[in-house]
């Protein structure tokens, strides 16, 4: 080796790589641009198949773009102008009509749907498809039980257009659990031919492939990179989107992805922090849109298993002691639903989620604290550091008030990684934690949260008879459509969760999105994902 | 020679067997269930335990360990949960993607450093020699990530010189054919200018990053071997003989500093290699430190004993390799001694 020549070299390559490099658009380049919407998130997917195991959020996305459901929703405008998906309108999807019986619903398909390797739908793989999802284990079966959909047998195939699903007992949930994402229709035909004796489902070929008759293609996947989409130009499911190809970027620095939109290099940030959302509305250059997460909230949760916040005196008086606007303009920066504040802890509707009967009101947090004859507290905090720029202040605030009444506490941060297995344990005295359900009922949010089953989300560990019986009549009522007896179990389980505080409501986060201003179509879902479908790129 | 190189071959297996032994042990400790985390949000005991089971999970642990270590010696390093990829296949397309990222910033580093090292030893005191002080200071305490979105702010949001810092490739261009898994080079070989110059202009921002922070080894430990050579009497004897100063500094002291500043060099490269997580994250490079960390974040065993390994083994190649470039650079040292 010369010294000499090697000097020589590598400072030619430094000064080379110095110029800086304009970009140079071929003119090809740029027309794609405008049929191509260039998406940028924090994560990307691990699995393109909502069935895998451990299939992430992000995987969702891909799941709803690329297969069909036999039904979906209908879309409604805000009364801000934004638009959500419509709760209670349905509308065919692969289906061309849907017929509700007393015991069972049933589906004609459309005769034109093709899955993308052009192989006709029919109702053998909507049988398969709907099989997979209850045999399946883990999320996918756990979410299908959430609508009474449990056995195989409840799938019926009527004749090669029809299908049939029984009901085991009537349940609200049922319909609106068709039109989540788990119970897409797969290409039975295909994955068979790809299922082993240890893989009977073709998980691992669904993994990194669509077998699907969705909107959209993947035709390419890098983990932890970019997902690239092209338009399925023979879909039937709808109306033909209009971009012809979506590239999903994974950019992990939150800092990057906000100058991104703001130079105008990237159309949709989707999931954006509280802080950048305010600051971007301040500042008008793109458009941010901000919705309500459905059935979803902020709360501090006490153990009610353990003392001390086995007294309800003691909840109660933490409950009187938050201090609550303060805790939303810091963790929020004010973009929150309030949920503290209300008239009073006996709601008289059934408008969910409710404000709590609570407010910041020291003096008679002491007064209760002294009632409750229990002193000398010293107790832990705990949170989700993956939820830390949120769960943070919120818990340094918490600790503040509740040393105003002599509860001494430490905060515990728990890794993302071991927050379930530690909510699982239920050992945890003290959480700020956030819970929602896809399907918008107040009753859903209290089986999972409230119910004596003692589900993961029961994280207070609150198992209470009376409770159990208000919310199996407010099912019971919802399936029939009694109204008025709905109505009585619900603003009744409300009311005794609010007086007896389990969790203590915070507030009702938003899903924050920027958009280019000449993005438009963005619908909000209630399973926090975007939707291309709709998206149109002016 | 090739007679020493199976030797010290011999001597590494040990190493990789206690490496395979500890990763293994180590990811087993640590704290956080992955069948919980991957089971996902409305998760039931049940559904766990079914998880679990499809991970392996439920098995002893010895035989755990005997399935894993069947699986590496076919190759197959395990399936990582969080990208739901081969964990071998995930290592191979991502270690170029860092390997590329760390030559360049290294090759920037070494463009600057080394003859700032040179001129600080030779002109001491003077008014380089405070430069290189206030650069190696300045760099190694501003931390990567503060560097990163600084020249992110600076020369893509303000100036708009460079490109977006999303990654390897603009989200538009398309990747060269895999040859090499270096864009730079796979793009040469097929003639594909244009890719190769979005793929630099892509590169420029974090290597200058990464560059900037190993600057400060790099030049103070060429400064300070650059003192010891200059002082010696070798050295006097060259000025003393009427040797031009260029001749006298590059050919004779140079070449005799240069030991202790391969060293260091090799040292930076496979801490660069593994430690450049942060600068990933702000240009959203999809290297290999992103990966294990993220990994490590979700207790998804494979990926983080594949990283472990395959740095061990990169570790081990690399001092094999500075070692046999001491006896090209200085024939006195011998690999036996």
């Not at chain 2, 992110?152 to 990747?175: H, K, N, Q």
Request: glycine share 8%; charged share 20%; proline share 6%.
């Amino acid at each position: 080796m010369k010294r000499r020549d090697f000097l020589k070299s590598v400072t030619g390559v430094a000064a080379g790589a110095m110029v800086p490099a304009p970009a140079i658009w071929s003119p090809a380049k740029a027309d794609a641009r405008s049929e191509t919407l260039l998406l940028v998130t924090e994560n990307g997917p691990n699995n393109l198949d909502i069935h895998g195991v451990g299939t992430n959020r992000p995987g969702y996305e891909t799941s709803w773009n690329c297969y069909d459901r036999l039904i979906s929703h209908e879309t409604k405008t805000l009364p801000d102008g934004t638009l959500s998906y419509d709760r209670d309108k349905f509308k065919p999807e692969l289906a061309e009509d849907m017929n509700i019986g007393d015991m069972s619903v049933t589906f004609k398909l459309k005769k034109s749907a093709k899955f993308h390797d052009g192989t006709p739908v029919t109702a053998n793989d909507v049988k398969w498809s709907l099989d997979r999802a209850v045999s399946v284990g883990g999320f996918p079966t756990v979410q299908m039980k959430a609508g009474s959909l449990v056995n195989k047998e409840q799938f019926v195939v009527v004749d090669d257009n029809t299908v049939r699903v029984d009901f085991i007992k009537k349940d609200r949930l049922t319909v609106p659990d068709l039109a989540v994402i788990v119970p897409g229709v797969y290409n039975s035909g295909l994955l068979k031919s790809k299922a082993t004796e240890k893989d009977p489902w073709a998980l691992d070929y669904t993994k990194s492939n669509i077998a699907g008759s969705g909107a959209y293609k993947v035709t390419s996947w890098k983990p932890g990179v970019e997902v690239v989409y092209e338009r399925n130009d023979d879909w039937v499911g709808g109306k033909l989107p209009q971009l012809k190809k979506v590239i999903w970027r994974t950019i992990p620095s939150q800092g990057n992805r906000r100058a991104l939109m703001e130079r105008g290099d990237a159309d949709i940030s989707f999931d954006l922090s509280s802080k950048d959302t305010a600051e971007m509305k301040k500042e008008g250059k793109l458009v941010i849109i901000s919705n309500p997460i459905g059935n979803g909230m902020y709360s501090v949760e006490l153990n009610v298993k353990n003392p001390p916040f086995d007294n309800e005196k003691v909840r109660q008086a933490v409950a009187y002691a938050l201090p609550y606007q303060k805790i939303m303009d810091a963790a929020m920066f004010g973009l929150a639903n309030p949920l503290f504040g209300g008239p009073s802890n006996n709601v008289t509707d059934i408008t969910w989620p409710a404000k709590t009967g609570y407010s910041d009101n020291i003096a008679k947090a002491k007064a209760l604290m002294a009632e409750s004859g229990v002193s000398g507290i010293d107790t832990t905090i705990s949170f989700d550091l993956g939820a830390g720029d949120i769960c943070e202040p919120i818990s340094v605030l918490v600790q503040e008030s509740l040393g105003q009444l002599g509860i001494k506490t430490t905060i515990n941060k728990v890794p993302g990684a071991n927050w379930r297995s530690e909510m699982a344990k239920k050992s945890m005295p003290l959480m700020v934690n956030f819970f929602s359900g896809w399907l918008d009922y107040p009753e859903y949010f209290f089986f999972w949260c409230y119910s004596g089953q003692n589900a993961i989300f029961n994280t207070p560990s609150y198992v209470n008879k009376d409770m159990d019986t208000l919310i199996d009549a407010a099912s019971a009522a919802a399936a029939v459509g009694d109204k008025d007896k709905y109505a009585k179990n619900v603003e009744g389980f409300i009311s005794k969760a609010y007086n007896e505080v389990p969790r203590i409501p915070l507030f009702q986060p938003f899903l924050n999105v920027a958009t280019q201003k000449s993005i438009s179509g963005y619908v909000y879902w209630f399973h926090r994902q975007v939707d291309y479908r709709s998206l149109v790129k002016a | 020679m090739l007679l020493t190189i199976a030797k010290r071959l011999v001597t590494v297996i040990p190493t990789l067997i206690g490496v395979i032994i500890v990763t293994f042990l180590l990811t087993r400790v640590l704290p956080g269930d992955p069948a919980v985390y991957f089971a996902g949000p409305a998760a039931t005991p049940q559904s766990v335990a079914e998880i679990r089971k499809s991970l392996g999970l439920d098995r002893s642990l010895p035989d755990q360990f005997i399935r894993y270590v069947n699986d590496l010696a076919h190759g197959n390093f395990g399936n990582s949960l969080s990208t739901g990829q081969p964990v071998a296949s995930e290592i191979t397309s991502r270690l170029p993607a860092s390997a590329e990222l760390t030559f360049f910033g290294l090759f920037l580093a070494i463009g600057i450093a080394v003859p700032l090292g040179i001129l600080a030893a030779v002109k001491q005191g003077s008014w380089v020699d405070h430069l290189c002080r206030i650069v190696a200071t300045a760099g190694v305490s501003l931390p990567v990530f503060f560097t990163g979105l600084l020249l992110v702010y600076l020369f893509y949001f303000e100036l708009g010189w460079s490109p977006a810092p999303i990654g390897r490739l603009d989200a538009f261009a398309t990747a060269p054919k895999d040859i090499t898994g270096f864009y730079l080079i796979d793009s040469l070989i097929t003639g594909n200018f244009e890719t190769f110059r979005a793929a630099l202009s892509q590169l420029i921002l974090p290597a200058f990053t990464l560059g900037i922070f190993s600057l400060a080894p790099i030049t103070r430990m060429t400064r300070a071997s650059m003192l010891a050579v200059l002082a010696s009497d070798f050295v006097r004897t060259a000025r003393a003989s009427g040797l031009s100063g260029r001749t006298v500094i590059l050919t004779y002291a140079f070449r005799n500093a240069m030991l202790p500043v391969v060293t260091t060099l090799g040292m930076v490269f496979s801490f660069l290699l593994g430690a450049n997580v942060l600068v990933e994250k702000v240009f959203a490079w999809p290297g290999i430190g992103s990966y294990a960390v993220e990994a490590l974040l979700q207790s998804d065993f494979a990926p983080v004993q594949g990283f472990v390994l395959t740095m061990a083994v990169l570790y081990v190649a690399l001092n094999l390799m500075i070692d046999m470039l001491y006896t090209v650079i200085d024939p006195r040292v011998r690999l036996e001694a």
